[in-house]
T-cell receptor, first 110, second 114 residues
């Protein structure tokens, strides 16, 4: 079973920040938090990952709480092309495979 | 550079037939993963290769499913005696090696068993 819980769906207005939450209260000390997204009919696309510290790249920012039991993915200026299912995954460490949940379906609206 | 590629992009077969799905990982990536995604669900892990050997095949649903990676690069997922329940998108991912390295996914093969 997935080690994360996410809201089923969220809406966001175009141009606004999209903040996608994820709970992972059973995360182990050596496990990373990964975020992927999947646009309809495509393979999952890597967004960002982190262990303890907050991370930022050209796509998004990842905020991880100090106790590492939850995190938030931030898309600073959402566009219509950001409409997708976003998966928060806890993994890496000593186990290679990723365990996906159902993700959050983000709809960016004009 | 080239990403992960998968062929065919779509495959339609009849119940009971044998199919092979191919994955070309990113050049130099030693780890290769197969996942299966049913409609409305997230991808489910099938098997993981490190080099030529299967490091973890715990996700294969039964003995009709088999995968090989003979030269440590291209991998083939083989399904014998296909069943309608095997219909899904089969995804391949590769990474540079250690379990914590980022996995990059291909576009998938859509398998439909009639």
């Amino acid at each position: 079973d997935a080690k994360t819980t996410q809201p089923t769906s969220m809406d966001c207005a175009e141009g606004r920040a999209a903040n996608l939450p994820c709970n992972h209260s059973t995360i182990s000390g050596n496990e990373y938090v990964y975020w992927y997204r999947q646009i309809h009919s495509q393979g999952p696309q890597y967004i960002i990952h982190g262990l303890k510290n907050n991370e930022t790249n050209e796509m998004a920012s990842l905020i991880i709480t100090e106790d590492r039991k939850s995190s938030t993915l931030i898309l600073p200026h959402a566009t219509l092309r950001d409409t997708a299912v976003y998966y928060c995954i806890v993994g890496g460490g000593s186990q290679g495979n990723l365990i996906f949940g159902k993700g959050t379906k983000l709809s960016v609206k004009p | 550079g080239a990403g992960v590629s998968q062929t065919p992009s779509n495959k339609v077969t009849e119940k009971g037939k044998y199919v092979e799905l191919r994955c070309d990982p990113i050049s130099g990536h030693t780890a290769l993963y197969w996942y299966r995604q049913s409609l409305g669900q997230g991808p489910e892990f099938l098997i993981y290769f490190q080099g030529t050997g299967a490091a973890d095949d715990s996700g294969l649903p039964n003995d009709r499913f088999f995968a090989v990676r003979p030269e440590g690069s291209v991998s083939t997922l083989k399904i014998q005696r296909t069943e309608r329940g095997d219909s899904a998108v089969y995804l391949c991912a590769s990474s540079s090696g250690s379990p914590s390295e980022t996995q990059y996914f291909g576009p998938g093969t859509r398998l439909l068993v009639l």
